[in-house]
């Protein structure tokens, strides 16, 4: 089972995706996923211009049908956009020509060059595809805000624990989050900027 950080087997397993950036940089990126929603955007659009951060948010392509406005406020903020499929779908159920209509389904609305696979796993030709047009981001850190067995305690404890320079930590923008988010975020960017790290998007 995956949790908190990604095992080694699994790095090798997409040996040319992104999953750490500069170990020499004290630098972190904030990522969420699923978005945008009503429920959860707004807060993470608010916390994140308080602090004044930018960060990448991978899109679910029919969340942005449904929810346009928020995907132009994300994208009006300054904030990186990320592919995550037009229906969160898991690649190991879908061929590679489904999995890929899929993607590009999502990038008519998303129009980026990230991408990131639902659940942070795809098939082995799926990955060979599209990392043909997508720089493949996946994460040095999920915090696991979307278990209903974490606290919003121990979501903050896992950005605690397990930041370190470079790490892409994943939130998520999603109903099964919020509430963690509520108190998580914020202190979690607090402790971030007091331990002097500093955010940034990909290039």
């Given amino acids: ?49 308080q602090y004044g951060i930018k960060a990448t948010f991978f899109m679910v392509g029919d969340n942005v049908r449904k929810y346009p406005e928020l995907y132009n406020k ?27 209509a899929n993607a590009d389904k999502a990038d008519q609305l998303l129009h980026t060059d990230l991408f990131r696979p639902p659940h942070g796993w795809m098939r082995w030709d799926q990955y060979i595809w599209l990392r043909r047009k997508y720089r493949i981001v996946m ?6 805000d979307y ?18 320079n470079g790490s892409i930590i994943t939130f998520h923008d999603s109903l099964k989050s919020i509430d963690k988010l509520h108190y998580a975020l914020p202190e979690a960017i607090k402790w971030l900027k007091a331990e002097g790290y500093e955010f940034k998007v990909f290039d």
């Fill in 1 to 49: 089972m995956i949790i908190e950080q990604p095992a080694i087997w699994l790095r090798w397993l997409y040996p040319r995706a992104t999953w750490r950036m500069d170990r020499n940089e004290k630098a972190v990126y904030l990522t969420f996923d699923d978005g945008p929603i009503p429920e959860a955007t707004p807060f993470i659009l608010d916390t994140l211009s």
């Fill in 74 to 100: 994300v994208v009006a903020a300054g904030h990186r956009i990320g592919n995550h499929t037009f229906n969160h779908i898991g690649g190991f159920r879908h061929t590679i020509t489904t999995y890929k």
């Fill in 139 to 144: 994460w040095d850190l999920v915090t696991r």
């Fill in 147 to 164: 278990s209903k067995w974490m606290t919003a305690e121990d979501v903050l404890n896992n950005v605690k624990r397990y930041t370190r």
